[in-house]
C-alpha cells in the first residue's frame, strides 16, 4: 500500500493526499484501471459510497457503468478510456479464467451421489471414481 501512499498503524488508517475524498480522487486518477467502490472500500478500510457520489457530482471523477458495475475512472477522456480498456481486457480474462475453471454440472452430481452413497468416502476416493475399503 506503500506505493499508493496510504499507511496503516492497527485500526488507524492514513493518506499522504489529505481527506477521503482527496485520496479517493488521487487513487482514481493514478489507477491503471479505474476502480470500484467495492476495490477503493477494501483498500482504504471504509464505505466510499458517499465520497465517490460527491466527486462524480463535483465532476471530479466519472463513473462508467461495466460488466454489471459501476467503475471510476478519470476526467480526461483519453485517461478515461485508456483505463476502461484496461479494465475491459481484465474483465475478458477473468471470464475465460471462470470459464475454463467451470466444472460440469454432471460431474457434480456424480461426485455428490458418490458421497451420499459412501458418505465415509474421501473426496479423492470420489474423484477417482473408487469406493472406499
Known amino acids: 500500500m506503500e506505493r499508493l501512499r496510504l499507511f496503516s498503524l492497527g485500526d ?14 488521487r487513487l482514481v486518477y ?8 467495492r ?3 477494501d483498500m482504504l478500510h471504509l464505505r466510499v459510497q458517499v465520497f465517490l457520489l460527491s466527486a462524480v457530482r463535483k465532476g471530479t471523477v466519472v463513473r462508467e457503468k461495466l460488466g454489471g458495475f459501476y467503475v471510476y475512472v478519470h476526467t480526461d477522456s483519453a485517461v478515461r478510456e485508456l483505463q476502461l480498456l484496461r479494465r475491459r ?18 460431474l457434480i452430481i456424480a461426485v455428490l451421489l458418490a458421497l451420499l452413497k459412501h458418505p465415509e468416502a474421501k473426496a479423492l476416493c470420489v474423484n477417482r471414481n473408487e469406493t472406499p475399503d
Open 89 to 106: 481486457e481484465q474483465l475478458e480474462v477473468g471470464a475465460i479464467a471462470l470459464v475454463e475453471a467451470r466444472v460440469d454440472d454432471e
Open 39 to 41: 476495490e477503493l472500500q
Open 12 to 25: 488507524i488508517h492514513f493518506s499522504r493526499h489529505g481527506t477521503v475524498g482527496e485520496t479517493i480522487e
Open 30 to 37: 493514478e489507477s491503471d484501471a479505474g476502480w470500484t467502490s
